[in-house]
């Protein structure tokens, strides 16, 4: 029987229709067989509760560099157990929570101290601790997995140098933001670290806000999932931890201390693992009660009280510069013009100021001869100048699945992001505070722009410090901002200069909303 143009044509489209439904048979399979090996439903990865991480100056190589570097410090301050069965044992579990971690491929490593306290620290760039206290403390490898998935989430959102980012933007003054200090790259490491208390066990690393042991929460409570234990481990740690705390509260002092419990924390952990859905549990890495019996077969381990009693570690305080001696030139009635390297935008500023155009991103900072101040304790901060910078509001939150929250998360006003804004620079800035009835809202070069005043007392030069902040809003879902910094006796001076700079500020219309 003879088939006609149609009918052959009928046969390959349906031939062709039966390959690619195979195709895609075969392309679900291979997502059903990866979400089975993870212990995962495929349709619950959407569901998870979104995190994303911080402000953060420094590069995720960085992050290494000042892990390694505060590991080698942290190694020469505290005893690393050396015991081949214990360290082995942790080192698995490590493994296990590391190949379902998200984010950069940091190094992860990890290494058991020989004190009594219950705590477990991980510093940038994956260099973790864990006390043997903890281990000693925990039931089950699942608590202890899900204090070590917690540590391992602080690392991957890089918890840490955001810490650092703020602390070191409070202590070289705003300069950092549009890239003159220390925003040069890896070479510049050593310089922003010091600035903030140096490596080591350094508190800015390990000392999180609620927000941010909320966020290491989640994560760890995903990738408990992922890498086959339960996520409820989690929440029972945290709960024989607070037991112990009624018993021994010394023991758990240096732990609830960097790690402040946020509200509800279990109810939070178990509306997570709602959200996760199905998984499948794994055996564990190891004998975990045997490991314990390991551990008390050794003579007893020292607390930190006792090694920080054998140690003596105080510090003098910087001191700052007087306002007296801080002497600038006039500026200029002539005006030059930076235009930023992109073309995203151009100002004018007076020609006897000098740019000082961050390596990367959009941010300058332009200043006077003697503009920029050291301090007696060698640090630097802008005291003159302006700062120009791009912003994206609302980093660092936690973003629940629903409607409401994605709207929030999707939309918002310049109002609303200049206030965000405002507010990083002075969790950093702490001797700043908002002028009463200083916002304004105005419209410069076509654009709408609010702007508001921040004044205090400077801790570098001990008189009052002025800040004039402008935001713009970008199409791209983040803000350009100026500020506009000068010791508050001469603002009124500078005010003038200062206006014809933010008149002259121009966006790309490429970058324009």
């Known amino acids: 029987m003879s088939l006609t143009d149609g009918g052959r044509r009928s046969l390959k489209e349906r031939d062709k229709m039966a ?52 590991a080698a410090e942290v190694e020469r301050q505290m005893p690393i157990l050396h015991n081949n069965d214990v360290q082995a044992y942790v080192e698995q579990i490590g493994k296990r929570l590391v ?53 391992i989430s602080h690392v991957a959102l890089r918890h840490g140098t955001n810490q650092a980012s703020k602390a070191y933007l409070a202590q ?70 607070r037991e112990q705390s009624g018993r021994d509260p010394g023991k758990l002092e240096q732990f609830f201390s960097s790690h402040p419990a946020p509200a509800n924390r279990a109810q939070r952990i178990r509306e997570e693992t709602k959200l996760i859905g199905s998984f499948r549990t794994r055996p564990p890495v190891g004998d975990f009660p045997e490991v314990r019996r390991e551990l008390q077969r050794l003579p007893a381990a020292p607390s930190m009280q006792q090694l920080a009693n054998r140690q003596s570690s105080e510090k003098g305080s910087p001191q700052g510069q007087s306002a ?32 000082h155009e961050s390596s990367s991103g959009y941010g300058v900072t332009i200043i006077p001869e003697g503009g920029v101040v050291r301090s007696k304790g060698g640090q630097e901060s802008i005291v003159f100048g302006a700062i120009i910078n791009q912003y994206t509001p609302f980093e660092g939150s936690v973003n629940r699945s629903t409607a409401r929250q994605r709207a929030r998360r999707t939309s918002w006003d310049l109002g609303e992001a200049t206030w965000d804004l405002v507010a990083q620079l002075l969790d950093s800035n702490r001797h700043l505070r908002v002028v009463d009835r200083s916002e304004r809202r105005q419209r410069i ?35 350009m901002y100026s500020l506009f910094v000068a010791p508050g006796r001469d603002y009124r001076q500078l005010d003038s200069v200062f206006q014809k700079m933010v008149s002259s500020w121009k966006i790309s219309k490429r970058f324009s909303r």
Not at 58 to 63: I, L, P, R, T
Not at 188 to 207: D, E, H, P
């Open 19 to 70: 390959r690619l439904e195979m195709k895609r048979s075969k392309h679900t399979l291979l997502i059903l067989i990866v979400c089975f090996h993870l212990g995962l439903h495929p349709v619950d990865i959407e569901a998870q509760t979104k995190v994303k991480p911080g402000f953060n100056i420094f590069s995720e190589g960085q992050d290494v560099e000042i892990g390694r570097e505060s």
């Open 99 to 151: 190949a379902v971690v998200p984010g950069p491929r940091f190094p992860y490593q990890f290494k058991v101290v020989n004190v009594s306290d219950i705590n477990a620290f991980a510093l940038p760039g994956g260099f973790m601790y864990v006390n043997r206290g903890l281990i000693e403390a925990a039931k089950s490898e699942g608590e202890l997995a899900g204090v070590m998935a917690h540590e």
């Open 172 to 241: 070289a003054g705003l300069g950092v933001l549009g890239g003159l200090l220390g925003g040069g790259g890896a070479g510049s490491t050593s310089q922003i670290v010091g600035a903030v208390g140096g490596f080591g066990l350094n508190a800015v690393f390990l000392k999180f806000s609620r927000n941010a042991e909320e966020q290491a929460d989640i994560l760890g409570a995903q990738m408990l999932a992922r890498a086959g234990y339960d996520p409820m481990d989690m929440a029972s740690m945290f709960e024989t931890l």
């Open 324 to 355: 007296g001696d801080i002497r600038i030139e006039r500026p200029s009635s002539r005006f030059a013009t930076f235009r930023q390297r992109d073309r995203a935008y151009e100002i004018s500023y007076p020609d006897n100021w000098r740019p």
């Open 445 to 479: 070069n076509g654009d709408d722009v609010v702007s508001l005043v921040l004044s205090g007392d400077s801790p570098i030069t001990g008189t009052e410090e002025r800040v004039t902040v402008y935001t713009r809003e970008l199409n791209n879902g983040t803000i």
